[in-house]
């Protein structure tokens, strides 16, 4: 925690300048600013005596001045002494004010100074915002189809069921139902179809006898390996497909 005794530490180093200025214009707006001080009306002597003030603590510090610095030091003594001079009386001879060049120049830089800085509050890209590049290329995902469950193909066959209740017929009539012939007549449906719905396949007209039946053949159809059952997503509706060889 103790600093080494044969530690060197040069006089200046502890020094710090908190004021950043971008010229001796910058330095004497900060000056009337400062002090609140209308800007057409310049007591010249105070802000000359505050100006060589900083121009002498530049030199303590062994700060090199740039040139403007000093030729504003200049600038500032000729109109301190341009104001002592008596003025003539006749108002037609009467001389403009030594000030007002100072003043001109002083407000164009404060109104470039106001533009600068309203610039630089506008968002700036790499500071304020970044450009994101994101690749728009197609992704193929695989996406595997899930297995088709027997609870699954008892619900739908159970929803046909009672659409066929909904759809019975009073007349009575004695048709002769196979498996084998709806085992058929299936395989014809689905042929050359990549996929057939489940609940197509049967004809509500035959009442329950004839929907069992035809889940029968379905179901046989699958022993056999000549068809498959699909589903895109659980509880989604099922198609048929001629299994491939």
Aim: cysteine-free; glycine content about 2%; overall charge negative.
């Amino acid at each position: 925690m103790d600093l080494p005794k044969d530690l060197y530490i040069p006089p200046d180093a502890m020094k710090v300048f908190l004021e950043a200025f971008e010229g001796p214009l910058d330095f004497l707006l900060y000056l009337i600013r400062k002090q609140n001080i209308d800007i057409l009306d310049i007591p010249v002597a105070s802000v000359t005596r505050q100006y060589m003030e900083y121009i002498e603590l530049m030199q303590e510090l062994s700060l090199e001045l740039a040139a403007e610095y000093l030729v504003m030091a200049a600038i500032l003594a000729e109109i301190k002494s341009r104001m002592l001079l008596p003025r003539p009386s006749d108002a037609e001879n009467s001389e403009e004010d030594p000030r007002a060049e100072l003043v001109r120049r002083l407000q164009e830089y404060e109104r470039y100074k106001q533009a600068a800085e309203d610039m630089d509050k506008l968002p700036r890209l790499e500071r304020d915002t970044f450009t994101v590049q994101a690749d728009a290329s197609a992704i193929s995902v695989d996406k595997p189809l899930p297995n088709v469950s027997l609870p699954d193909l008892l619900r739908a066959l159970v929803d046909v069921l009672k659409r066929a209740e909904l759809s019975a017929s009073h007349h009575i009539r004695m048709d002769s139902l196979s498996v084998r012939e709806k085992m058929s007549h299936i395989l014809a449906a689905i042929q050359d179809k990549e996929h057939f719905l489940f609940t197509n396949l049967f004809n509500l007209e035959e009442g329950r006898l004839g929907v069992v039946v035809t889940f029968l053949a379905m179901l046989e159809l699958l022993k056999q390996s000549l068809i498959e059952f699909v589903q895109a997503t659980p509880f989604a509706p099922i198609y048929l497909k001629p299994k491939a060889a």
